[in-house]
């Protein structure tokens, strides 16, 4: 029998990165709680980079769980669907978690029911189907990459098309972040289906579904569900436990040892990465005829009663996953949606989620820490050890602050990943990455 450990493609320790508290064992305690479909849904049309989709349905008309409710605008754009059966009530601009204006959205008032729409067939013949009519299928399921960038699956797997490796992801790397585990660890067989499903689709040659050192138990029911299905062009790599190794460029040097160039794309180097959700999404489509309704989302932190990982309908409002994970224990100082370094604060728990919302975080003072106060630097280069795109943090910030341009573009600015290591290692307390980021909108406007 093979062995699916990928031994020619054997872990590197990356030089760079940082060890934080990762809390995650917190919401892994119990296993994947399905939410039931909840009263309410609001839907974003807006969930990827680029144009809105364009709403079909108008308030007052009855829609099915899983029907299309948008389509796209152009080439390379996903469709939207009902992530429950009910009646639309609104087609309007709201807020959402994650975005900051108001953005497209259609509402549904659920009725209940659950009744799903039949217009998506199962198909388990899928894998002997040609690339280009897989493709069609990921473009009509409505997938997007669910590690959080949310870019729509078919046109990735378009752009890429030909390149020999796919490169599952799901390192999941951020502190208190569980909800690839917890699919690996209960639903391991649909990743390695939808791996092979995706490979299919790419026209490649071999899938390499990378997890960290700190799962075992996730790394053990992949290694059996890999046997079970006996492919073995589908293997498992394991790469260290450090943040940012979950990072698309960073994760392809930790397991293939190619450095994708500056500018440049994981293609470039002969790779496609996808999330491991974002396979087991392919799988739900193409197997069980579902579209893209649902994602996991990690409820944690110190605020909320029980933290756990949460099956949940796209659009459902974050105060119904905080009450499904035992309401606030105590008032959070922050709610943080994403990790506690990339995540970004949430006004309110009135929003509805997108596929875009891996987790949520009720965070404490005892989860965020004291307010520490920021003091000059002190050049102890700290920054750049932990810098993942090998650039000079402290002398970005210089450039920064003085707005140089030419600088900024010469020491790389838009090669920063945003990860927030560089804060994490600070003395100094300074907000680096908060800088960088808007280092680069002013360069991107200029
Ligand atoms: S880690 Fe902070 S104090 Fe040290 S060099 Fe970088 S910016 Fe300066
Ligand atoms: S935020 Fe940017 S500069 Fe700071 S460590 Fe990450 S990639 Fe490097």
Redesign the pocket.
């Known amino acids: 029998m093979t062995d699916p450990i990928a031994y020619d493609a054997q872990p590197r320790r990356p030089a760079w990165g940082v060890r934080t508290p990762l809390r995650k064992s917190l919401s892994t305690r119990q296993p994947i709680l399905v939410a039931p479909p909840p009263p309410l849904v609001c839907i974003s049309l807006a969930q990827c980079p680029g144009a809105a989709a364009r709403a079909t349905v108008a308030p007052g008309q009855r829609v099915l769980c899983g029907e299309p409710i948008g389509e796209p605008t152009g080439a390379g754009r996903p469709r939207f669907h009902a992530s429950i059966s009910g009646q639309v009530t609104h087609v309007e601009a709201r807020l959402v978690a994650g975005l900051g204006a108001p953005v497209p959205c259609v509402v549904i008032l659920g009725d209940g029911t659950d009744q799903r729409w039949p217009g998506y067939p199962p198909d388990p013949g899928a894998d002997g189907r040609s690339s280009g009519d897989l493709q069609a299928g990921l473009a009509a399921a409505g997938l997007l990459g669910l590690g959080g960038a949310l870019f729509p699956t078919a046109h990735k797997v378009h752009t890429a098309t030909g390149a020999p490796v796919l490169l599952l992801n799901g390192t999941e790397c951020e502190a208190y972040i569980s909800c690839d585990d917890a699919l690996l660890r209960e639903r391991a067989a649909s990743v390695v289906a939808g791996g092979r499903l995706l490979l299919a689709a790419l026209g490649g040659q071999r899938c390499i579904i990378a997890v960290k050192t700190d799962m075992p138990q996730a790394r053990v029911a992949l290694y059996n569900a890999l046997q079970a299905c006996g492919d073995p062009r589908v293997v498992m790599s394991v790469v260290t436990a450090k943040y940012p190794a979950g990072g698309e460029r960073q994760l392809i040097e930790l397991v293939l040892g190619r450095e994708v160039p500056a500018g440049g794309h994981p293609a470039d180097v002969g790779v496609l990465c996808q999330n491991v959700a974002t396979a087991a999404a392919a799988a739900d489509f193409f197997l069980r005829g579902q579209p893209l309704i649902s994602r996991l989302v990690t409820v944690s932190g110190g605020g909320v009663a029980r933290p756990c990982n949460i099956e949940a309908r796209i659009g459902t409002p974050v105060s119904d996953l905080m009450a499904l994970a035992g309401g606030y224990q105590r008032e959070p100082r922050r709610l943080i949606m994403g990790g506690p370094m990339m995540g970004v604060a949430l006004p309110s728990d009135d929003l509805a989620i997108t596929g875009a919302t891996s987790c949520l975080i009720a965070a404490t003072d005892a989860d965020l820490g004291p307010a520490a106060e920021e003091m000059p ?7 750049i050890e932990a810098c993942p795109a090998s650039l000079l ?2 002398e970005l ?1 210089v450039a920064a602050r003085t707005v140089n341009a030419a600088e900024l573009a010469t020491l790389g600015v838009t090669e920063c990943i945003e990860c927030g290591a ?1 804060d994490y ?4 307390h ?1 907000p ?1 990455t908060r800088h960088f980021i808007r280092a680069k909108a002013a360069l991107a406007s200029t």
Not at 425 to 428: A, F, K, L, M, T
């Open positions: 630097c002190i050049r102890c280069g700290d920054c943090p402290q910030l560089c290692v600070c003395p100094s300074i680096l």
